[in-house]
T-cell receptor, first 113, second 112 residues
Framework: NAGVTQTPKFQVLKTGQSMTLQCAQDMNHNSMYWYRQDPGMGLRLIYYSASEGTTDKGEVPNGYNVSRLNKREFSLRLESAAPSQTSVYFCASRATTGTLGYTFGSGTRLTVV | EDQVTQSPEALRLQEGESSSLNCSYTVSGLRGLFWYRQDPGKGPEFLFT???AGEEKEKERLKATLTKKESFLHITAPKPEDSATYLC?????????????FGTGTRLLVSP
């Protein structure tokens, strides 16, 4: 029962490089999310996908793109990394009904130098 | 604008010393208030959802309560393994269920 799996766990990029953060969930959840967590800022929503085939911008979408590949997978892409994107990135998923909160992955710690 | 403020930022307790964490919120219609626990280097772990004023939820040494403007997470006789950052988040009814607004958390350290 893996829940939400994120890869990689750590990554260092040079300014201007691109990369894709991968996320997969095995709970048959419809909704998936990408958050970033910065000291003193709390978790902030980057993008979300309410269901397979749909994506929407969150609070801080600039510099990012997403793909909902299928019901299980939701990837986050940084096309040209900037130092301001140094952060810890969390993927989460949630069923569309029920009282449970989001299930989060263990995070990707990204440093852009 | 929906906002969540948690206090204190950090709290140090002795084992067995009960206390409470506060989460104050302003939202245009509350759909739900969530409490999460986050250990260092890990993702947040869901604890509770509260939906209406007066509601209470309990889990082991933790008890969450909700009023119209704030929520409390009461920790009774804490143990060192309760040390973590506790996050509060709200979901506003005007945004649908898609967005949670998080507070910055309370870092709890319980010493033996």
């Amino acid at each position: 029962n893996a829940g939400v799996t994120q890869t990689p766990k750590f990554q260092v990029l040079k300014t201007g490089q691109s990369m894709t953060l991968q996320c997969a969930q095995d709970m048959n959840h419809n909704s998936m999310y990408w958050y970033r967590q910065d000291p003193g800022m709390g978790l902030r929503l980057i993008y979300y996908s309410a269901s397979e085939g749909t994506t929407d911008k969150g609070e801080v979408p600039n510099g990012y793109n997403v793909s909902r590949l299928n019901k299980r997978e939701f990837s986050l892409r940084l096309e040209s990394a900037a130092p301001s994107q140094t952060s810890v990135y969390f993927c989460a998923s949630r069923a569309t009904t029920g009282t449970l909160g989001y299930t989060f992955g263990s995070g990707t710690r990204l440093t852009v130098v | 604008e929906d906002q969540v403020t948690q206090s204190p930022e950090a709290l140090r307790l002795q084992e067995g010393e009960s206390s409470s964490l506060n989460c104050s919120y302003t939202v245009s219609g509350l759909r739900g208030l969530f409490w999460y626990r986050q250990d260092p280097g890990k993702g947040p772990e869901f604890l509770f959802t509260l939906y209406s004023a007066g509601e209470e939820k309990e889990k082991e040494r933790l008890k969450a309560t909700l009023t119209k403007k704030e929520s409390f997470l009461h920790i009774t006789a804490p143990k060192p393994e309760d040390s973590a950052t506790y996050l509060c988040a709200v979901q506003a009814s005007n945004t649908g269920f898609q967005k949670l607004v998080f507070g910055t958390g309370t870092r709890l350290l319980v010493s033996p």
